[in-house]
């Protein structure tokens, strides 16, 4: 079983609403940050949010701020990425990554798709 574990992709029309979940499972260590990266098909993976495990600041690319917020239960030891007003551009599949800093992820989860209908 992966260390990290995304679900909530599936397919909504555009300007709908998804919540994507990663769970970590409880023997990862050293995690600092934990963050949420996407693949549109044919094109190279992009960076969507971060979240630091300590003090849970959040960080969102450019492209989706305003509309997507990275959150974490700490309890839990899951993330969030709520998505709200989708676009069709947003469709790609989307993982869950965690490690001792952004410039080096230890951990990746298996991916879960998003499909946004125009």
């Known amino acids: 079983q992966g260390r990290l574990m995304e679900s909530g992709g599936g397919q909504v029309q555009a300007g709908g609403s998804l919540r994507l979940s990663c769970a970590a499972a409880?023997?990862?260590?050293?995690?600092?940050?934990m963050a949420w990266y996407r693949q549109p098909q044919g094109r190279e993976r992009e960076w969507v949010a971060s979240i630091s495990t300590t003090d849970n600041r959040p960080k969102h690319a450019d492209s989706i701020k305003g509309r997507f917020t990275i959150s974490k239960d700490n309890y839990r030891n899951t993330i969030y990425l709520q998505m709200n007003t989708l676009k069709p551009e947003d469709t790609g599949d989307y993982y869950c990554?965690?490690?001792?800093?952004?410039?080096?992820?230890?951990?990746w989860g298996q991916g879960t798709r998003v499909t946004v209908s125009s």
């Open positions: 990554a965690a490690g001792c800093s952004e410039f080096s992820w230890d951990y």
């Open positions: 409880p023997n990862i260590f050293s995690i600092n940050v």
